[in-house]
């Protein structure tokens, strides 16, 4: 583990173009439940019911409710992994985060330039009168109840990917060139699996990319990075920065 995170830090130090892949997993270590897996957010609600763009139009209200556990009840703050991309950004190195999370952690964090492959949960706008609401104003609504615009519509929805709608195609577009312009590549917390995660670390390495991952478990992917780390990204990132710190001190810049 410490050979590994030396040699991340190693790859991390002579960047001039790394970019960050974030998945739930990030998200997890601040509190926010994961969708998939045997105790993922799917085993308790319907995905087709609370997050398809079908059951929206039936019922926004259901999303909503759905919204309110994840949103509010939660009360999420960035972790020290969010921090450390963050950090790793001010240096200099990280020149990009490409994320599927919606939370907005990683702007909270510090992190300026960040592709939200699924969007995000900062605006809203209303499908019937066109007003646009930012989170704060809909986070207020969701605590004291109801969700619904001023012109008394309920269809409120979030500039998220709802299932059964497409990935925003700029975004994703500029995701891509990120990650054929990087020179090393880290993954943290994403086991790879949903399109186009498991994609952008294939762009990156046919472009000339180091890889790096970071994750609780093994992927299917594993064998494409040269690093390979297995555990808490809260932990091992703020470990990778300082010992990046520690390098560049070394070399005087
Ligand atoms: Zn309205």
């Given at each position: 583990m410490e050979d590994s995170i030396r040699r991340a830090a190693e790859l991390l130090a002579r960047a001039k173009h790394a970019v960050v892949f974030t998945g739930a997993g990030v998200s997890a270590e601040s509190g926010i439940p994961t969708f998939r897996g045997s105790d993922g957010?799917?085993?308790?609600?319907?995905?087709?019911?609370?997050?398809?763009?079908?059951?929206?139009?039936?019922?926004?209200?259901?999303?909503?409710?759905?919204?309110?556990?994840?949103?509010?009840?939660?009360?999420?703050?960035?972790?020290?992994?969010?921090?450390?991309?963050?950090?790793?950004e001010r240096m200099g190195i990280v020149k990009a985060v490409i994320t599927q999370n919606i939370d907005m952690l990683h702007q909270r964090a510090g992190s300026s330039r960040v592709y939200e492959l699924h969007g995000s949960m900062e605006l809203v706008d209303c499908l019937d009168c066109g007003r646009v609401y930012r989170w704060d104003d809909i986070e207020g609504m969701l605590v004291e109840g109801e969700v619904r615009c001023e012109c008394g519509s309920l269809y409120l929805k979030p500039r998220v990917v709802l299932f059964g709608e497409q990935l925003p195609a700029a975004t994703l577009s500029a995701a891509i060139e990120e990650s054929k312009r990087s020179d090393v590549f880290v993954v943290v917390g994403s086991s790879l699996v949903v399109y186009p995660a498991a994609h952008l670390p294939v762009y990156a390495k046919s472009s000339g990319a180091r890889l790096i991952i970071i994750n609780a478990e093994e992927t299917h992917a594993d064998h494409l990075f040269d690093v390979v780390i297995h555990g808490m990204a809260g932990k091992i990132l703020p470990k990778v920065v300082e010992e990046v710190r520690r390098l560049r001190g070394l070399n005087g810049d």
């Open positions: 957010l799917w085993s308790r609600y319907d995905s087709e019911e609370v997050a398809s763009i079908y059951g929206f139009k039936r019922n926004p209200k259901a999303f909503w409710d759905f919204a309110r556990e994840l949103m509010v009840k939660v009360k999420a703050e960035p972790n020290p992994a969010h921090h450390a991309i963050a950090e790793l």
